[in-house]
């Protein structure tokens, strides 16, 4: 069954830090992963997605995600982060023949000036 | 244009009460879906509809009765709900074999629930 894990509940960086949040997933088949962003108050907001095309994914917002099967990881890296960052970050698999999708725990991101 | 939207952003029902959530999307998107996000927890799947069928229900309770009247709407009629029902209900939408073909599902902005 198909299951992602996102280490680190809360990950406090300082403005113009990298940004480095951790996502595992367990799958029998190639996964298609995403990562997700939710902002206070709002809905969530597609950064970026892996669908087996290239295991280097560029997002919005200069966030990028590396896909290493090695290691089962889709972990979400940014070089500097800015303050307008600070948000939850979903780590997300597809499931199913209908596609719906499982969520990670989530990573709330702080940015200190 | 990627957006879908709902409304009203925030409600407040009583227990007794019957109220709706609304949702459309004009992206000729044809699966469409309910989730329901309680606060510091990840959003949890409760309904998908696909060409305007009911496809998945996660074993949601009763209470929350989904409804799809054309393949741009989504409705969620509410009826009898409890305070532990209070949540963030999110609509989403994506091409009919959503992610699972790595399509991207898209979310709205989400009706704020709170059952008193």
């Known amino acids: 069954a198909q299951s992602v894990t996102q280490l680190g509940s809360h990950v406090s960086v300082s403005e113009g830090a990298l940004v480095l949040l951790r996502c595992n997933y367990s799958?029998?088949?190639?996964?298609?992963l995403f990562w997700y962003v939710q902002y206070p108050n709002q809905g969530l907001q597609l950064l970026l997605k892996?669908?087996?095309?290239?295991?280097l994914v560029k997002g919005i917002n200069g966030f990028e995600a590396e896909f290493k099967k090695s290691e089962t990881s889709f972990h979400l890296t940014k070089p500097s982060a800015h303050m307008s960052d600070a948000a939850e970050y979903f780590c997300?698999?597809?499931?199913?023949?209908?596609?719906?999708?499982?969520f990670g725990k989530g990573t709330k991101l702080s940015v200190k000036p | 244009d990627t957006e879908v939207t709902q409304t009203p952003k925030h409600l407040v029902m009583g227990m007794t009460n019957k109220k709706s959530l609304k949702c459309e999307q004009h992206?000729?998107?044809?699966?469409m879906y309910w989730y329901k996000q309680k606060a510091k927890k990840p959003p949890e799947l409760m309904f998908v509809?696909?060409?305007?069928?009911?496809?998945i229900n996660e074993s949601v309770p009763s209470r929350f009765s989904p409804e799809c009247p054309n393949s741009s709407l989504l409705n969620l009629h509410l009826h009898a709900l409890q305070p532990e029902d209070s949540a963030l209900y999110l609509c989403?939408?994506?091409?009919?074999?959503?992610?699972?073909?790595?399509?991207?599902?898209?979310f709205g902005e989400g009706s704020w629930l709170t059952v008193v």
């Open positions: 989403a939408s994506s091409q009919d074999s959503g992610a699972g073909s790595g399509n991207t599902i898209y």
């Open positions: 799958s029998s088949v190639p996964p298609y």
């Open positions: 992206m000729g998107h044809r699966a």
């Open positions: 892996y669908t087996s095309a290239a295991t």
């Open positions: 509809y696909s060409y305007e069928k009911l496809s």
């Open positions: 997300a698999v597809a499931k199913g023949s209908q596609g719906n999708l499982i």
